[in-house]
């Protein structure tokens, strides 16, 4: 599906109810203001109806035994469902790279679904790199995978794919737990403000 280009004007009304202005997610007093409050309702009620995400898990591991899944969904930490299929197991030699994968986001607050794909590097110290992020996989593996993930976001939650450049905006005054206030783009305040592992 093409990916759609919603008015970057909405996307800020969308999420202007869940992030108090000018507060750090860990400030005191940031749970207790009307934001705050809405965006913990926001996850119970989200949580509360989990079929729909479970239906798609089980559709997914049936259908491609040969990936693993992982369900990096944490409630309260990001505002969207987020899903990693692993494609490569971590048997490379240092420098390699490993953990490839194709991970999918899924808005709690819109209908929308963000795709990309990451790996890591094992370095000859044994220590992992940051991961390296390619927005909108379309070509080999992850490319194959992205499609697949695609399709069950679109069929079993019926989300929408939203294209990059609208949730590059940033938006002022608004936090998240990892992104000072007046730095937290669309991105960060739609899916999560985390997107690597190391």
Same mark, same amino acid.
């Not at 990451?118 to 992992?128: A, I, K, T």
């Given at each position: 599906?093409?990916? @759609?280009?919603?008015?970057?004007?909405?996307?800020?009304?969308?999420?202007?109810?869940?992030? +108090? &202005? /000018?507060?750090?997610?860990?400030?005191? /007093?940031?749970?207790?203001?009307?934001?705050?409050?809405?965006?913990?309702?926001?996850?119970?009620?989200?949580?509360?109806?989990?079929?729909?995400?479970?239906?798609?898990?089980?559709?997914?591991?049936?259908?491609?035994?040969?990936?693993?899944?992982?369900?990096?969904? !944490?409630?309260?930490?990001?505002?969207?469902?987020?899903?990693?299929?692993?494609?490569?197991?971590? @048997?490379?030699? +240092?420098?390699? &790279?490993?953990?490839? %994968?194709?991970?999918?986001?899924?808005?709690?607050?819109? &209908?929308?679904?963000?795709?990309?794909?990451?790996?890591?590097?094992? @370095?000859?110290? /044994?220590?992992?790199?940051?991961?390296?992020?390619?927005?909108? +996989?379309?070509?080999?593996?992850?490319?194959?995978?992205?499609?697949?993930?695609? @399709?069950?976001?679109?069929?079993?939650?019926?989300?929408?794919?939203?294209?990059? %450049?609208?949730?590059?905006? !940033?938006? +002022?005054?608004?936090?998240?737990?990892?992104?000072?206030? /007046?730095?937290?783009?669309?991105?960060?305040?739609?899916?999560?403000?985390?997107?690597?592992?190391?």
């Amino acid at each position: 599906m093409k990916r @759609e280009t919603p008015d970057v004007n909405e996307l800020i009304r969308l999420v202007q109810p869940y992030y +108090p &202005p /000018g507060l750090f997610q860990f400030d005191d /007093g940031y749970d207790e203001t009307p934001e705050g409050q809405r965006f913990r309702r926001l996850w119970d009620e989200g949580l509360k109806d989990e079929g729909a995400w479970q239906a798609m898990l089980e559709a997914l591991r049936t259908a491609h035994p040969e990936c693993t899944l992982w369900d990096y969904t !944490i409630p309260l930490h990001g505002v969207c469902r987020y899903l990693r299929i692993i494609l490569q197991p971590p @048997e490379t030699p +240092p420098g390699q &790279p490993e953990y490839t %994968e194709v991970c999918g986001l899924a808005s709690v607050i819109a &209908p929308y679904y963000i795709i990309f794909s990451s790996y890591h590097c094992r @370095e000859p110290s /044994g220590q992992y790199s940051d991961s390296v992020i390619a927005w909108d +996989p379309k070509g080999g593996r992850c490319g194959h995978y992205a499609r697949i993930l695609s @399709e069950h976001f679109e069929q079993y939650l019926g989300h929408r794919p939203i294209a990059w %450049e609208a949730l590059q905006v !940033i938006v +002022p005054d608004l936090s998240t737990g990892l992104v000072d206030p /007046g730095d937290a783009t669309l991105l960060d305040l739609l899916f999560i403000d985390r997107r690597s592992i190391r």
